[in-house]
């Protein structure tokens, strides 16, 4: 049973109800991040999110550890494009307490200057360790260049430059102008009473300011673009990118099942090709990555510098048959009952309801239930997802990022198989 009601100030309260369930699982959306920056404050929303968890004007950090630690360790947080999320799973005794603790670090967070000047070293740290993954830089690196200048292609926890110049007061605009009810939603799952978690949470956050003044990004343009970046490693990183749907597209239904057909599983077209039939990578994947203005549609492969140009012609052969063959009914069949499957199985997690719930109701206004998401893949028809096949897998949108040794790699001929591959 899902409940949604609204408290005084106009925040959703959406509580899911799951019988045999020994735990409640909460989480407070506000509903920016990165993409609702600037090029001046880049890194805001994220800095936020670690600031608030050190201390407030009723506890100190040390404090704040302990009652975290004595609710048994699961109040936690993360930073998104766009969201900030702060979030919790407890046991329902402890409900009331960990709701309270929430919203105190949501409204009355210090901010103190020199314990600011302190964390930027933490997440100076958490930049580096982002720089040492070859595979989250390629990612990071192509969307940056794809969605060039556009907020949404800013990474999350921003420059070190931009973190450094970081002030107090940016910090307090930036919850001032987006933690507000207007842009904020509860999700709670679990073992709960709708009307009790609405009574409670109506003392804690009512009193949150109505309205703020939440930058919206513009729609951004996609930019063809091929992007190499050398690091010390015996690996080159691949990271290929699609022009794709935004999160109230229709299409985005069979854009999740060709994520599916092409690398989201161990039978994918990609694993099954370059992996297990030529042995020429470890990791090969595909997903999507959506936004509620744009979207991208990524495939990902790691690869000794040596194969990099071999892996690549696979990649776009397999595409290239794909969009000149489509799929056939059979196919489709296969594709929504193991869609079916993954959403039933996923949806067993209570964290999946919360989540699930939060997202689509910011997204749609409303929650879509699972029966109801069920009902959207099964009415894929063959005709839509052999269309969005061919008009999302273009080759005149498609942008490409190479990460590690680079040096070892044919680059001119693998630059030229993408420019081949845009002209055919």
Known sequence: MTAVQRLSNNIPVIVETIPGTRSITFGVYIGSGSQNENAQNNGVAHAIEHMLFKGTDKYSASELADIMTELGGGVNAYTSKENTVFYAKVLPEDFERAAGLVADMLKNSLIDHREFCKEKHVIIDEIDSYDDSAEDMCHELLQKMVWKDNPLGYIISGSRSNVKRLTRQQLLDFIKDNYTADNMVISVAGKCEPSDIAKLLESMFADIPVKGNKPIPPVPEFNRCFITRYKDMEQVHLNIAFDNVNNSDEDRYAMYMVNSLLGGNLNSRLFQKVREENGLTYSIYSYNSISDIAGLFHIYASMSAAQTDKVMELIFGIIEELVKNGIGEEELVCLKKQTKTELILGSDAVSSTV??????????????????????????????????????LRPDRCSVCLVGNVREANLSHIRRKWESYYRN
């Open 355 to 392: 989540l699930n719930n939060a997202r689509t109701f910011m997204t749609t206004g409303r929650v879509i239930s699972l029966d109801e998401a069920i009902e959207h893949y099964e009415a894929v028809q063959l005709e839509q997802i052999n269309g969005c096949i061919r008009k999302y």
